[in-house]
């Protein structure tokens, strides 16, 4: 039986602190929950109605987790969703092991995004866009928040991040590095190179000053109307479909 | 003196049911405010802060409304911020009144998308975009919702916009109507009229089924990755930039 203990530690996930004590991280829903039963995280608990048992048994079946099943009540008291009757679970943060770019890969770099709904719009654009890696600033939203799991929709178990200093990182390398700036070059009559990282800004302050000199190409998105900017979730998803239709584009 | 009631009233228009007894809504922060101030919306109360009246000094006085200089601690009080140290403005809603798409002209049609978040961000994207009109369907997010009006960055005051029925209305016009589908043609591979109406669906149901088969061209995001789909804020932007981008698309 599901002790109060647990529910009490499942609960407390939901603030960074103790997520950081206790290594560990929790996400709710249908999509969520299995995408993390499929991936690499070592899940700790899973919690699940019958419903879910019934639509899911082998996933459940084959988690070498501490399972549950509980009713909707239960899943909705424990987690942060207002209602839920599929399931959540925990599982163990990973290590923030830095990685290399290396070939022709895209990735994706993220100056102080401080909106968990926008890191986790983010991840799923990334997802969409076959970007696999990226890299967050010390200031980025915590990827383990369960709002940016949640905006994710899964998405964060297909993905390499780390966090770390960025000027020091984006310093060290010599890949192409793309920033949106207002003054850029129209991303539409660009050509780009299949390899580099695209660095995103601050929701309010756009790069900072000492990462803006390390972009190598600048980039504007066109406008055709008064609006001043565009939210940087969306930047980033117009900018990914730019970037990747450069091979594409030959072929038209 | 800003009265209790007028406070009461204001507050009161965070609700649905009350904008619509009262025909009014409100908007709150500096760029909001003073977009509604350059609009032709009627303002009835302007209450700001002595912050905000030092650089907008002309606009405070241009304004025909009821105005009260509060501090930013009534200013969280009476609106929906936590905190607002500029302003919070009331106006009149707008008639819903039908118009025409005329011309080269682009508009979007909204089918159920129920999010206020994901609304603001689309009017802010379409005004990016020069999409000047946007048609709702009657269960799409109300307008006037706080959410939307922040989440839309002062676009709202950009463009015009009704709630209709949808299906009626796409009936009887002859434009072509867009819209995303996962088994639609390739986005970066078509070019487009400059005229018609993108149809974009609800978050979790797409376009409904009596709409698809009004959709006169079924578009694809193609995808790179894993993701399953992308937020429907997020694959409207990308959709309009690549319509957009059709004219210049030419010139490279």
């Known amino acids: 039986m599901l002790s109060k203990n647990t529910v009490k530690f499942i609960k407390s996930l939901q603030q960074k602190k103790f997520r950081k004590q206790e290594n560990s991280f929790f996400v709710e829903g249908t999509k969520n929950v299995t995408e993390l039963l499929n991936s690499n995280f070592n899940v700790t608990y899973l919690l699940y109605t019958a419903k879910f048992a019934e639509s899911h048994e082998a996933q459940v079946q084959a988690s070498g ?3 549950y099943e509980v009713t909707p009540k239960v899943l909705a008291s424990t987690g942060s969703f207002l209602s839920n009757d599929s399931a959540l679970a925990v599982a163990e943060m990973k290590q923030n092991e830095p990685f290399v770019i290396q070939g022709k890969e895209l990735a994706i770099a993220l100056d102080d995004v401080r909106d968990p709904g926008n890191l986790g719009t983010i991840i799923r654009i990334a ?11 010390e200031e980025t939203a915590d990827i383990y928040n369960p709002k940016v799991l949640n905006a994710s929709m899964g998405s964060f178990t297909h993905i390499s991040f780390f966090y770390t200093d960025l000027e ?17 070059e129209n991303i539409h009559r660009q050509k780009f190179k299949s390899e580099g990282i695209l660095l995103m800004g601050n929701e309010s302050n756009g790069i900072s000053g000492k ?3 390390l972009v190598t190409q600048k980039l504007t998105i066109p406008s055709f109307g008064q609006a001043e900017s565009l939210n940087v979730a969306v930047a980033t998803a117009v900018i990914c479909d730019n970037l990747r239709r450069n091979s594409t584009y030959k072929e038209i």
């Open 127 to 137: 997802d969409w866009y076959g970007i696999k890696k990226l890299i967050f600033s």
């Open 65 to 67: 987790a501490q399972k």
């Open 168 to 184: 020091r990182y984006l310093k060290e390398i010599s890949l192409p590095v793309y920033g949106a700036f207002l003054e850029g």
């Open 211 to 213: 990462l803006a000199s």
